[in-house]
């Protein structure tokens, strides 16, 4: 393939992959791994990405939910040397070895739950956490934010919020893990 596949082409299909046991690895790259996902050039994918070892997540006494996918797949796939897990690979068709694939990310969104466990007695927002539910929850400067995860989230979910105009000073952390 000798064409910039952003030049060859403009709107493609758009794809899903999801994570889940049959779709990640854990712990290691390699390029032997069979495709989870073919596309073509010019195509595009939402990629569902999980984050998170057995012995990082929360207490069950908290209440918090682990998405179900990342309990199957703490369960079901092999890890290795690494912490990281992977989603993926994805293969481009016409592709071959030592040709330059243009990426461009598009957009991300934060998958963190928002709320407690569904057989809690909480009242709050439920559902996935994006910039769209944050913005909508977070308007006003004065708010107080309380973020509690893994180091992962904790590191990042400020960030987040200073851009959505929250001061550091009203932001709390609590890091578990």
Same mark, same amino acid.
């Given at each position: #393939? ?22 990640? $690895?854990? +712990? ?10 073919? *596309?073509?050039?010019?195509? @595009?994918? &939402? ?8 012995? /990082? #997540? !929360?207490?069950?006494?908290? =209440? ?9 797949? $703490? ?13 993926? !690979?994805?293969?481009? @068709? ?8 243009? &990426? ?17 007695? /909480?009242?709050?927002? @439920? +559902? @996935?956490?994006?910039?769209? %539910?944050?913005?909508?929850?977070? $308007?006003?400067? %004065? ?8 180091? =992962?989230?904790?590191?990042? #979910? ?6 959505? +105009?929250?001061?550091?000073?009203? *932001?709390? &952390?609590?890091? /578990?893990?």
């Amino acid at each position: #393939m000798n064409v910039s596949p952003a030049k060859q082409a403009t709107a493609g299909k758009t794809h899903i992959l999801r994570s889940g046991p049959d779709t990640v $690895h854990w +712990g290691y790259l390699d390029g032997g791994l069979k495709p989870a996902l073919t *596309i073509d050039a010019g195509d @595009r994918v &939402v990629i569902e990405c999980v984050s998170g070892n057995p012995e /990082w #997540m !929360p207490p069950s006494a908290t =209440s918090f939910e682990v998405l179900p996918e990342l309990r199957n797949i $703490h369960q079901q796939v092999k890890r290795g040397t690494g912490n990281h897990i992977f989603t993926g !690979p994805i293969f481009v @068709r016409g592709a071959a070895v030592g040709d330059v694939l243009e &990426v461009r990310i598009c957009d991300i969104e934060l998958r963190q739950t928002v709320t407690r466990a569904s057989d809690s007695d /909480w009242t709050g927002s @439920r +559902g @996935r956490l994006n910039r769209a %539910a944050l913005e909508e929850l977070v $308007h006003d400067p %004065a708010t107080l934010c309380f973020v509690c995860g893994p180091p =992962s989230l904790v590191d990042e #979910m400020p960030k987040v919020l200073a851009a959505l +105009g929250i001061p550091r000073t009203r *932001i709390r &952390v609590e890091e /578990w893990g």
